[in-house]
């Protein structure tokens, strides 16, 4: 990797004075040119994008290629791919694109298959009720224990295959909440039901306390013979799954060039595999490596991953835009923007560059989003009137899965039309044309009108898919993690490491000792205050 600082890059300089001159280009001029639409769209495969509602002109376009050439975007994917220890802090590479590639010369190809075809008996055989509970039932729940990346993109993908699932019932248990481990196991029968405790470290808190409150709850009902039955564990910490209980042909192992939140693809995925069986397991992991072919081989200037992270860093960098809105308009993907929140600001939330120096120009994004149409009535109002730039991506799919054309006819209309609002937006004149037309006096006119325009201007850009199938989300999901990367390139970070949430977690363990002894605590005065009240309660 080159650590360029990238505002002293030339093509930065040039991007800047660039600004200038567009900041108050309104797309609707930039519509002008008809052949705009075709000029900014990347065709491939099953996906369209077209970036043509965004902020940008082909000079845009050719200084933002440019940034990425002087930062040595071309070499970091080659380090990227080839197994260099990017993430520099912790000593690791960054290989969680070969859990997904097929070929000969894959990375560590062996294991890899070794563990995948384990995951594939493992689940072949809970599906067909083959492995049978202790007392000799068939599994029908599934419940997965886990935090952050070792549940996030489990229940992401499990929701937005509900599609392709089968009979098993999936539920996830992340939060230390004792409440929401009680509301899970509540109805579950311990007989039938197979835990996955899943942890690439097997040291957080969260993910251990629910697993020993789970394991309680069960010996209770079932006795510690029983366990080997019914609980398995995914991590790279043997030892610690032994002293909890878990014999070791109960164990999927994953490895230390996994990172947490890009273990999907790895035995994080269990029970994923387990939902919707092994073989759309394969077709995720094998839609997300084509992701992976064309971002190592397309050429920049038609490379889905690299223009999308550019127009992010084009926002986030010149137009001083805080956040970015995703929204699926398909309810399968509702949690994805969820998913997106650990994958992007975990990873690019970084304030020193790759050289310790710390950064004064602007990086991660803020992530938030839900999908459509529900979104529309409830934050569209800020991004279309407030006065916030929020770049969004939509994401929609030609075809429903149950072939409701009415309703997904209604669906889509939405998609196309909110991306044609943002970006026409409503004049003062076409208000007042609109409300005269309507009989409304000229009186209200007066008085109505300003609250009725819309400044468009709003840029977004549309992520049109055939169909919502498991190959299809695979490249989805790898289109953001390689958008990911791209900018962490260009911002000069570590995108691959998660040191800001270590803080938190030392000092929550050093609370928890402290209630004990709460007068010879050494805390500020409210943090004092309030653990006083809480332990009064
Ligand atoms: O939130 C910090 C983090 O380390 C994430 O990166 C990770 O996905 C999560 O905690 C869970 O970690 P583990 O899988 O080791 O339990």
């Not at 539920?171 to 509540?186: L, R, T």
């Not at 550019?310 to 960098?317: A, E, G, H, I, M």
């Not at 075809?399 to 026409?424: I, P």
Request: charged share 20%; proline share 2%.
């Amino acid at each position: 990797m080159k650590n360029v600082n990238p505002t002293q890059t030339k093509a930065w300089q040039q991007l800047q004075l660039h600004y200038e001159t567009i900041k108050s280009t309104h797309l609707k001029t930039l519509f002008e040119d008809e052949n705009r639409a075709k000029t900014f769209t990347i065709d491939w495969q099953d996906f369209l994008v077209d970036y043509s509602k965004n902020r940008i002109s082909e000079e845009t376009r050719t200084l933002l290629l440019q940034l990425a050439e002087e930062v040595g975007l071309a070499e970091a994917i080659d380090s990227y791919f080839g197994g260099d220890a990017i993430n520099a802090t912790e000593g690791r590479a960054v290989m969680h694109t070969a859990l997904r590639d097929y070929g000969d010369n894959a990375f560590a190809k062996a294991e890899v298959s070794q563990v995948k075809s384990s995951i594939q008996q493992f689940t072949d055989r809970i599906i067909n009720g083959e492995h049978k509970g202790a007392t000799g039932k068939k599994i029908t729940d599934v419940v997965n224990i886990g935090i952050g990346g070792s549940d996030l993109g489990p229940v992401m993908v499990v929701e937005a295959l509900q599609y392709y699932k089968n009979h098993l019932n999936t539920h996830f248990i992340s939060n230390v909440d004792g409440d929401h481990v009680m509301e899970i196991i509540k109805d579950l029968d311990p007989e039938t039901t197979l835990f996955v405790i899943v942890s690439k470290t097997f040291t957080t808190q969260e993910t251990l306390s629910n697993a020993t409150t789970v394991r309680e709850w069960f010996v209770n009902a079932l006795g510690e013979k029983a366990i080997g039955s019914h609980f398995v564990a995914v991590s790279t910490n043997l030892e610690a799954i032994q002293n909890f209980g878990i014999a070791s042909e109960n164990v999927f192992p994953m490895w230390n060039w996994v990172g947490g939140r890009f273990s999907l693809w790895s035995s994080v995925g269990l029970s994923i595999a387990l939902a919707v069986g092994y073989d759309h397991f394969e077709a995720l992991l094998k839609g997300a490596h084509e992701m992976d072919v064309h971002f190592k081989q397309a050429p920049f200037d038609n490379n889905i991953p690299v223009i999308t992270a550019l127009l992010s860093v084009w926002y986030n960098n010149f137009f001083g835009a805080e956040s970015e809105a995703v929204i699926p308009y398909t309810q399968y993907l509702h949690r994805l923007p969820a998913y997106l929140q650990q994958a992007i600001m975990e990873s690019n939330g970084k304030s020193v560059d790759r050289n310790g120096n710390l950064i004064d120009y602007e990086t991660g994004n803020i992530i938030w989003g839900e999908p459509g149409t529900n979104s529309q009535h409830a934050f569209f109002q800020l991004i279309h009137q407030g006065t916030k730039l929020i770049p969004a991506d939509f994401i929609g799919f030609k075809k429903s899965l149950y072939g409701n054309t009415d309703h997904h006819d209604k669906l889509m209309a939405n998609f196309f039309a909110q991306t044609e609002a943002l970006m026409n937006g409503k004049t003062i004149d076409e208000v007042v044309r609109e409300l005269s037309k309507n009989g409304v006096s000229q009186k209200d006119i007066e008085q109505l009108s300003p609250f009725k325009v819309f400044s468009g201007n709003k840029p977004t850009t549309t992520i049109l898919i055939d169909k919502l199938t498991p190959a299809s989300l695979g490249a989805l999901i790898a289109m953001y993690e390689h958008k990911i990367f791209v900018q962490g390139v260009i911002w000069n970070i570590y995108s691959y490491d998660q040191w800001g949430v270590e803080l938190g977690k030392q000092l929550a363990k050093q609370v928890l000792t402290d209630f004990n002894d709460l007068e010879n605590a050494h805390h500020d005065g409210s943090t004092q205050q309030l653990l006083t009240l809480y332990k009064k309660s």
